[in-house]
């Protein structure tokens, strides 16, 4: 199993990005992606999650509003799409993948892979 985070970069404070979680390698079409950052100094923190029976979706307070997620099953994708960004949101951002039993959408121990971080830097 492969994941893969990509779109992060710079952007002034109210912009706006888009992240992917490109897929590969899983036969199940029941599992949960989540989204997770880590800033400096920090833990990592969950922030939002889709489960693919429904496609129903978590958010955390600090981004609901704010960030949304969505997927495109043909791409084996996932999106994360954020705006009005603060300074606050800049971060390392992880996409990773779970089994739907007895998950926790914000906890990194319901997720089995992860793929590498994609930087976001949130400045003026």
């Known amino acids: 199993v492969q994941l893969q985070a990509s779109g992060g970069g710079l952007v002034q404070p109210g912009g706006s990005l888009r992240l992917s979680c490109a897929g590969s390698g899983f036969t199940s079409d029941t599992f949960v992606i989540g989204w997770f950052r880590q800033a400096p100094g920090k833990e990592r923190e969950g922030i939002s999650c889709i489960n693919s029976m429904d496609d129903s979706t978590f958010y955390t307070e600090v981004v609901k509003d704010r960030f949304t997620v969505s997927r495109d099953k043909a791409k084996n994708t996932v999106y994360l799409r954020m705006s009005s960004l603060k300074p606050e949101d800049t971060a390392v951002y992880f996409c990773?993948?779970?089994?739907?039993?007895?998950?926790?959408?914000?906890?990194?121990?319901?997720?089995?892979?992860w793929g590498r971080g994609t930087q976001v830097t949130v400045s003026s």
């Open positions: 990773a993948l779970g089994g739907l039993h007895g998950y926790d959408c914000t906890q990194p121990r319901s997720y089995d892979y």
